[in-house]
């Protein structure tokens, strides 16, 4: 018999996913590719200067884009949406020319930039942005009001891009390495952005500008705003590089329920994904959750929260095991993000599963930390009812697309799967883990990389058994045959070549013994086992089984 994915509600949380095209266009590529145009330049520092016009739904301001050459050029390009006007581009205290063409802009110099030189110009900009009708399942800013009738905004756009909503060079390839974030917003209102709040101005007319700088790399789509008449507490976490401030902004109405879900969550949390990943990667920027008239989105040092204040996914237990209802959904998993999309960041959009993939896994991490082993192996057990191996979890480079929802859970699966056949030992997979973000803190990276960290660190090339999860829409299948004489044989049936992967097998209420497979038939020497009593560890491993 074959044993099938469960499914599901595809999981719909941190990000956009992109619906797949049959064909893609020159715009996507503009979009998605590394060309020379975004190559030539290294991005260093941003100044993005806007004031927020909530009446009219209208952002107006400016970025400037401090840069490093990394060869000689003239001509480059940066992004910002087709709907939003460039007024102009200053560089030296002049206006140079432009061109647009989909969300793309590119911009020429007057003269050659030079290999090694640092610059800068600034993109005058305005307009009225996407607004988001859904998000963070769709992208853009959402316009809309509290109990009381006042004004709240905030901007969700992974996915779709950052330039959604304010120009820069829209690529996960190329963080910036700091930034100063200035939001001006209308009287009786408070800004909330990334990053440490460095000073407060009132303003002429009543309005009021937050000047928030973020002195770590930063990707695109985690730069935000979040603007309501919000109250302000916070409290601070003893951590492995010592004191890690935590500040909340929350409505006011929802202040006594605030204290008391954070308190319960957030520690934990961060005690658990420190313990696991390493130390919490924004130390010099802060801890922050903001409350959101959207779900949640792992905006980096400023973490959105719309759960609602209540545990599990908006009350709900994704895994149906009764476990995801003990702690706050929205508060660990966009928590986990900020070791994994944040301070690692996939260089192609393709590449999601980085992202999604270990924050998912972080959850049945806090489970094990919060009530055991057992407990965690029925929640990554019960994801599965998530999955639908409907495409493959690594998505087309090059024109800003994912792959499969399946990222999230398949991929969870896949992690404790390699635990599980590879590395038994918890105190070594958790040195593996926090190797991991050690090796490639504060970078974009790609599968290749992450690949070769496994392999590198267990000693064996584990590429066919990531390709497989990754590349491949359907489940390797494990084929059992008993021959009338002699011992059972078995093998992979799997799309990916060279796929092998050990497996735990058993007679009926004996222990588990690990068997390494290939797509060759090998003998399974086992004493007693037969057809009727086989029982393969499939709580551990998400496969298929044939038996003949």
């Known amino acids: 018999m074959f044993l099938a994915a469960l499914c ?11 619906q797949a095209k049959p064909a893609f266009t020159r715009a996507d590529s503009l979009r998605g590719y590394l060309s020379p145009l975004r190559t030539c330049y290294d991005i260093t520092y941003y100044h993005l200067d806007v004031r927020l016009d909530v009446a009219r739904k209208a952002i107006s301001g400016s970025n400037e884009f401090h840069f490093k050459a990394t060869r000689d050029f003239t001509r480059l ?17 002049k206006t140079v020319p432009f061109t647009r063409e989909a969300n793309a802009v590119f911009v020429t110099f007057p003269e050659p930039i030079r290999q090694g030189s640092q610059n800068h110009f600034t993109v005058l900009y305005g307009g009225q942005p996407t607004e988001a009708k859904n998000a963070p399942w769709d992208g853009g800013v959402v316009f809309t009001q509290d109990a009381k009738g006042k004004p709240w905004v905030a901007t969700a756009c992974q996915g779709v891009g950052a330039s959604i909503w304010w120009p820069n060079k829209d690529q996960q390839a190329d963080e910036v390495d700091s930034m100063l974030i200035s939001v001006t917003v209308p009287k009786g209102l408070k800004d ?10 009132l303003l002429k007319g009543g309005a009021t500008r937050f000047d928030w700088f973020v002195s770590n790399p930063i990707n695109n789509y985690d730069v935000a705003l979040n603007v309501a008449d919000y109250t302000h507490f916070s409290d601070e976490y003893a951590g492995e590089k010592g004191p890690l401030t935590l500040d909340y902004w929350v409505l006011p109405e929802s202040l006594s329920k605030a204290r008391t879900q954070f308190a319960a969550n957030v520690k934990p949390m961060l005690k658990s994904l420190e313990s696991w990943f390493g130390p919490y990667p924004f130390y010099e920027d802060g801890y922050k959750l903001i409350e959101t008239p959207h779900l949640g ?14 545990n599990g996914y908006l009350g709900r237990d994704r895994s149906g095991t009764g476990w995801g209802l ?21 260089q192609d959009i393709a590449d999601m599963w980085i992202h999604e993939a270990f924050t998912t896994y972080s959850e049945a991490l806090f489970v094990e ?10 929640y990554i057990h019960g994801q599965r009812r ?18 499969s929802s399946d990222m999230y859970d398949k991929g969870s699966n ?41 392999n590198q660190q267990l000693g064996q090339d584990l590429t066919p058994v990531f390709n497989q999860y990754l590349r491949h829409p359907g489940l390797p299948v494990l084929e059992v045959r008993f021959p009338t004489d002699g011992p059972p044989q078995a093998r992979w049936i799997a799309a990916e070549p060279g796929f092998a992967l050990p497996i735990r097998l058993r007679p009926r209420g004996g222990i588990y013994q690990l068997v390494p497979l290939t797509t060759v038939f090998q003998p399974v020497e086992i004493p007693n086992l037969k057809r009727e009593n086989l029982e393969v560890d499939t709580e551990n491993y998400y496969v298929g089984t044939l038996l003949e």
């Open 369 to 378: 930390s919060q009530f055991g082993q057992e407990a965690a192996r029925q």
């Open 326 to 346: 003990k702690w706050d959904f929205i508060i660990i998993h966009e928590s986990g993000h900020e070791w994994f999309g944040n301070s690692l960041t996939s």
């Open 414 to 454: 896949l992690l404790n799967m390699l635990r599980t056949a590879y590395v038994p030992d918890d105190a070594q997979w958790r040195e593996l883990l926090r190797g991991l973000n050690q090796r490639f803190f504060h970078q974009t990276i790609t599968t290749g990389q992450v690949i070769g960290y496994f």
């Open 386 to 403: 998530n999955i639908q191996n409907d495409a493959p979890i690594i998505g087309p480079y090059g024109v800003n697309r994912e792959g």
């Open 77 to 93: 390009q940066f992004d910002l949406f087709a709907n939003l006007t460039v007024e102009k581009v200053e560089y030296q205290g």
């Open 297 to 310: 989105m792992e905006h980096q040092s400023a973490v959105a929260y719309g759960n609602k204040y209540q």
């Open 192 to 201: 909330v952005s990334n990053g440490r709040l460095r000073r407060t101005v």
């Open 8 to 18: 599901g509600f595809v999981r719909p949380v941190a990000g956009q996913l992109l």
